[in-house]
């Protein structure tokens, strides 16, 4: 398979779907006009899982009516003609796919103008065995060792396709975008969302959900199953989660979570605030490399938990009726603790150490400079 390496998002995380073997897949299209600017493309498809690969545009997923996977590709830009893109149905190692085919072989430079002026973003591939998470697995052959660049304005094809996708309750999504923003409502089925350059949103999800963009927002609510969402660059909103497990990401970006219900919760961003409000959740993870920390926690198990910061302060409410043990640290800054009945272990200016009720769960709070907060 690929290595897919954005100049945005070095280091990003790769998440890897799981599909379901194929058992029919039926395409449907229109005929065929005479090739001019903006077309469109309509297809039905029977299977348990699909993947849809486009490499610019926009895509919007909404919930099917009936069993089949509806999909509808819109093909815009001057140079949006059926003589340079064609959407086609492609397998790779059992998986199935819905390709929007660009002239990849002939044109490696693209226009797109929602992206703005002075935008750009490039792909190149080096395929690698172990990585079947790749928009380019799909759109080119595995000996092609060139890069593709997607820009705003200036020299190039101006073409994009902006897809709707129909998803059956119960079956399984994938989809990988170069260049677009990415949208999701109302599903019941398992979902990989992937763009490398733009924002994702979805609301109402039943079902695992993974998410990734290599530079852009994300925003999530009402999510339930499993949880996986990163960013190598921009902010991280999540509200009215019910998850087994809460893992959030963001290479540089704030992390706001609001009504978080969980076993794990996990959020960490290199540089960037974590807000925290109302979790409940058996242990925690909290980290940041700059940037503040403030969590809220409704109800806890027993733990481990920790919060942790390079330089900047953190603020952390126990629960009323908080059993735990809690070590606190800076190395430049002041602890201010104000919970009900502490018994106290260690009482120093830079560290200090304290249990309420029983013990059961642990805490472990540290700044590198700041100052440290904990109440209840």
Known sequence: MTRMILDSRAGARRLTPVLAPVLAFVVTLAAAPPAAADFDETLSVDAPSLEVANLIGKVTVEPASGSEFQIEVHVRGADGT?????????????????????????????????????????????????????????LVDRDWRKSVTVKGAGSGLEIWADCTIRVPAGKELVVHVGVGDIGARDLRGALTLDTNSGQVTARNLNGDVEISTGSGDIGLSKISGELAASTGSGDVSVSQVDVTRFEIQTGSGDVEADSVTCRVFEASTGSGRIEARRVIADDGDLQTGSGRISAEFLQIGKGPFELSTGSGSIRLRLPENASADVEASTGSGSIDVDVADPVIDVDEHNEVAFRVGSGDAHFTVETGSGSIEIAN
């Open 82 to 138: 059926r003589e340079n893109i064609q959407v086609e149905r492609k397998e790779r190692a059992g998986r199935v796919g819905v390709v929007v085919q660009y002239p990849l072989e002939t044109d490696r430079k693209y226009v797109y103008p929602e992206m703005g002026r002075g935008s750009s973003s490039t792909f190149q591939s080096d395929w690698d065995e172990d990585d079947s998470h790749n928009i380019l697995d799909w």
